[in-house]
């Protein structure tokens, strides 16, 4: 009997239907004992990852608590720490306490991205009509500076859709630089449930 190509020396090839059969069975049971491991191994990693985040929440809440006092007595006698406002960082034996301005924060009021971009767009062609309708070169220019400066607040982004391409193959692969590749022929096996529990 014809045996199949391998690299493998000592691969167990099934010599009939009866074989072939068991095999696969033995697969399914493989692949079901797997699946139970790690659903073992999952929920031990949940129970790790759960008291982990006991753990971690309560030491944020202790720090939380400690930078807050803090806080309120840095406040009340930051005159004398940062000597009348000449300094936002102090350094104390233990550790430095520092004041820092507040990062700026682009917010929409509640408005969705569209309703964004369009009222952008109506402020771009607003400042464009004001500019032709100025006389006064410098101002003229002056609008359509900040027009400009509003475009370059709008995202054009634009990428190719692969999932576009795969339905259009033939038109999709005439562009140059684009191939469209297919995968060799796989070889699956599925074992069927109700023959499992046979080699278990």
Not at 13 to 40: C, F, K, Y
Request: some cysteine; proline content about 2%.
């Amino acid at each position: 009997m014809a045996r199949a190509k391998t690299k493998a020396t000592n691969l167990r090839v099934p010599q009939n239907d009866a074989e072939a059969e068991q095999m696969i069975a033995q697969l399914g049971a493989s692949q079901r004992d797997q699946a139970e491991t790690q659903a073992r191994h999952d929920a031990v990693i949940a129970d790790l990852e759960a008291e982990h985040g006991k753990k971690i929440k309560e030491f944020q809440q202790a720090q939380t608590g400690l930078i807050e006092g803090i806080s309120v007595w840095a406040a009340a006698n930051r005159e004398r720490l940062t000597s009348g406002g000449k300094t936002k960082t102090v350094q104390l034996a233990s550790g430095t306490i520092l004041w820092r301005d507040g990062r700026y924060a682009v917010k929409h009021r509640g408005l969705k991205e569209e309703d964004v971009v369009r009222a952008i767009q109506e402020r771009i062609a607003g400042l464009n009509a004001e500019a032709a309708a100025e006389s006064r070169r410098s101002v003229a220019l002056r609008l359509r500076a900040q027009a400009e400066t509003l475009a370059g607040c709008l995202r054009h982004t634009v990428k190719p859709s692969k999932d576009a391409m795969l339905a259009a193959r033939d038109v999709a692969a005439t562009v140059p630089g684009v191939v469209i590749d297919r995968e060799p022929e796989g070889f699956f096996v599925e074992p069927l449930a109700s023959q499992i529990a046979e080699v278990a």
